[in-house]
């Protein structure tokens, strides 16, 4: 499959590109890529929730009413589930939620998220760009150029670009990665996926 190398104005400038076929015309498996993005987001997970239980609870430990005669259940303490304010049963603790993938299968499903944007036609090749200071004017006017403005994309660099970081960071449907940070989660999330022509070439060199 070739696709078009395209500049920063948004003109064809002759060039294509062919995607290795390794890699963007593998069998798409949705179940690998459906345990990527779950572990992508179970590592996002904090788990620093705590809800205090019957023992930890700051009540009084008087007992409420006689043992017996009542004609109710027996009541220890206002630590009790039972009332307001007492402890809570089986309540969250703090856990860890990341869990392990192998590396093959991360692979396998980075390689069917990229498929699926090439099956879709959403991936476009820009000729290497810089900007000389963070502008967001700019990053929007290249949007605009590749007419990419109203979808949500993912620019991917062969290396780390601050200017052009800073210039999209304040864009809701932008962002910027580098080849290394290329995720199967981010693959998926966006409409459309722009490659720097390096970082392309790079891509089909060690992935």
């Known amino acids: 499959m070739e696709v078009a190398v395209y500049n920063i104005e948004g003109k064809d400038t002759g060039r294509k590109v062919v995607l290795d076929d390794a890699i963007f015309g593998v069998e798409p498996n949705d179940h690998a890529i459906y345990l990527d993005v779950k572990q992508y987001l179970a590592n996002q997970r904090q788990g620093t929730h705590k809800a205090k239980e ?6 009084s430990t008087r007992k409420l009413k006689r043992q017996k005669g009542t004609g109710g259940a027996r009541a220890g303490s206002l630590k009790s589930p039972l009332y307001p304010g007492g402890g809570r049963v089986f309540g969250p603790q703090p856990r860890d939620y990341s869990f392990k993938l192998n590396k093959k299968l991360k692979c396998l499903a980075r390689r069917s998220a990229l498929a699926y944007k090439a099956q879709e036609n959403n991936i476009v090749v820009v000729e290497d760009f810089q900007f000389d200071a963070p502008k967001t004017k700019q990053f929007k006017q ?9 979808k949500k994309s993912l620019f991917i660099l062969s290396e780390q670009n601050e200017n052009v970081y800073l210039s999209s960071r304040n864009l809701q449907r932008s962002s910027v990665v580098t080849i290394c940070d290329l995720n199967t989660y981010g693959i998926m999330n966006a409409a459309v996926l722009v490659f720097g022509e390096s970082a392309i070439n790079a891509l089909q060199t060690n992935e």
């Open 54 to 59: 019957k023992g930890e609870n700051a009540h």
């Open 142 to 150: 290249l949007c605009k150029n590749l007419n990419i403005q109203d």
